[in-house]
């Protein structure tokens, strides 16, 4: 039920509403309003800039073409022209689409392209804007678009950047999944081309796996497909470990063979910890060359680690230092002539020590 507003407030809002001094004030209102349509009205006859938007698309692209570096989505422009033409505009009206035809730009070449200066796109934006605008400023001030027809390369893509594991912690692994993409540039590029790079990415103090979406690096007149790919990085935690291996001469003469005290040494090394039992401990070589003892004045020698199994890290010898013996071994002319002689072959031998 609607409730009625009482009799003795509706006279009073009468008696406002119905006073001299009311009635004036509505008057002088009324004619500040009529003022304020006609001065409105008298500006837009007045010229002004303003700032618009204009969609650009690229239309007959026949089949088998391959756009490399698409025409800009859009044209800022600055046009001047009276303001009742230009106020739709300024209220956010949104112009036509500028549609230019892949055909009136074709030169048939395998690799081409398109530039459009905006003293060439003048007439065709004329006829999106109203009759008085004229065009001030176009941003980008040229148009340009690149394509081939079809020519490509099929590259695998490589990271570009890096990325660090936190303290403890490695890489164990990464992949692009896909790992290859499609290149489509003039042949004389991808000639020169042996992978397809994706942007700088840089990751550091990473400590667990990830997954993330990246793009791939392009420049003018290439586009690679798919132009994107997924990067896992597999992270895992350093495990630290040791082993005993035995110290070997290399490069030694056939009647001189080496000892060593001790005869292996102790290597500490940090592993992954997934991998650490598929370490194959034969795979650690120590050695001491004979040229490294030839020039050795000292009674002591130190080893040096030449091969470690796939994953390993951080390998460390203890001891650093060995005695050494070196023993001249018969040859088997030696001892043929020793048994002519009837006298046993004759083993000597020569020791440093510390």
């Not at 837009?44 to 690229?58: A, D, G, H, K």
Request: charged content about 25%; hydrophobic content about 35%.
């Amino acid at each position: 039920m609607e409730k009625k507003i009482p009799k003795e407030i509706r006279e009073k809002l009468k008696g406002v509403f119905m006073a001299k001094g009311t009635k004036d004030v509505f008057i002088f209102l009324f004619f500040v309003f009529i003022c304020t349509i006609f001065w409105f009205v008298r500006e837009l006859e007045e010229s002004f800039s303003t700032e618009i938007s204009v969609p650009v698309t690229l239309t007959d692209v026949p089949k088998g073409i391959i756009i490399t570096t698409d025409v800009p989505k859009e044209l800022r422009l600055t046009i001047h022209g009276k303001g009742v033409e230009l106020l739709p505009y300024m209220l956010g009206k949104q112009t036509d689409t500028l549609r230019l035809s892949f055909k009136t730009y074709d030169s048939h070449e395998q690799s081409g392209h398109g530039i459009l200066l905006l003293s060439q796109l003048q007439s065709n934006l004329r006829k999106l804007l109203p009759p008085s605008a004229s065009i001030t400023t176009m941003s980008p001030d040229t148009v340009y678009f690149f394509y081939n027809r079809g020519q490509h390369k099929r590259l695998p893509i490589c990271l570009r950047g890096s990325i660090e594991a936190a303290a403890q912690y490695c890489i164990t692994g990464t992949h692009f999944t896909p790992d290859s993409a499609d290149v489509y540039a003039p042949l004389a590029v991808l000639d020169t081309m042996q992978a397809v790079y994706t942007e700088r990415v840089y990751i550091k103090n990473t400590d667990k796996s990830s997954t993330r979406k990246v793009k791939m690096q392009t420049a003018r007149g290439m586009r690679v497909i798919p132009d994107s790919t997924t990067l896992k990085t597999e992270v895992d935690i350093l495990s630290k470990q040791s082993v005993e291996v035995p110290v070997v001469g290399v490069n030694f003469p056939a009647n001189k063979t080496l000892r060593t005290f001790p005869s292996s040494v102790k290597i500490s090394y940090l592993v992954p910890q997934n991998q650490s039992k598929n370490i194959d401990i034969s795979d650690f070589v120590v050695v001491i060359t004979y040229a490294e003892l030839l020039e050795n004045t000292s009674t002591h020698c130190r080893p040096h680690i030449s091969n470690t199994p796939k994953g390993v890290t951080g390998a460390l010898i203890d001891p650093l230092e060995v005695d050494y013996l070196l023993e001249n071994i018969a040859t088997e002319d030696e001892e043929e002539s020793a048994e002519k002689k009837g006298e046993p072959a004759k083993k000597d031998s020569k020791k440093k020590r510390k």
